[in-house]
């Protein structure tokens, strides 16, 4: 588990920063670039996957009022990120195609809001992860390329290295977002009436 300082510190030597950084208040140059864009590089790689650790599932609060073409109208959840599907209370498998619950997002004076059909809905969401010890290895890899890609130019000057980072970033999406998946097991699906009847 790595911190948020030794994140940055692995970005930072990947653009060929071999001095590494003890906080984010130090005064220096890569210690400011990572205070600017560490916060907004988390959120962004937390919004690209459902990872497993950053998932909840919560009820929704019905606002009432819903918006004309929907049947309700729920409060965005706090410390949302992405909201990933609308389910009914009490779901808990990955969501078919065809079982996927129409939502869209609005806003009104209170904040955003979900619009929706779904009575009593419930959302499973990617929440905003501030501490770094819920991070495995490979998201926190998945973390520092994004990071570096930041920092590369502020920080070398070298376009080259910035597109290094673009796609070694890719690469290790793809394996953290693949680790992820390895980490939960559905349900078994419920056999069908024809093969229970056959039996």
């Not at 030597?13 to 950084?21: E, F, N, Y």
């Not at 220096?28 to 590089?41: H, L």
């Not at 869209?104 to 904040?111: P, Q, V, W």
């Amino acid at each position: 588990m790595s911190s948020d300082i030794e994140i940055c510190n692995i970005a930072l030597s990947r653009v060929a920063l071999t001095q590494p950084i003890a906080s984010f208040t130090e005064r220096s140059k890569p210690a400011e670039q990572c205070r600017v864009f560490y916060g907004s590089m988390r959120e962004l790689v937390l919004q690209a996957f459902p990872w497993p650790f950053a998932e909840s599932i919560v009820s929704l609060a019905d606002l009432g009022s819903p918006a004309p073409g929907w049947a309700y109208r729920y409060r965005y959840p706090a410390d949302c990120l992405q909201v990933r599907s609308i389910v009914q209370p009490g779901w808990r498998r990955a969501l078919t195609a065809d079982q996927e619950i129409p939502f869209k997002i609005g806003y009104d004076s209170g904040g955003r809001v979900i619009h929706t059909d779904q009575p009593e809905a419930a959302c499973r969401f990617t929440f905003k992860v501030e501490d770094s010890t819920f991070f495995d290895a490979q998201f926190s890899d998945a973390l520092a390329w994004r990071l570096a890609m930041e920092l590369a130019l502020p920080l070398s000057s070298k376009p080259d290295l910035q597109q290094f980072a673009a796609q070694q970033y890719q690469m290790a999406l793809t394996l953290a977002e693949g680790s992820a998946f390895e980490e939960s097991q559905d349900d078994p699906e419920p056999e069908s009436e024809f093969i229970t009847v056959r039996q």
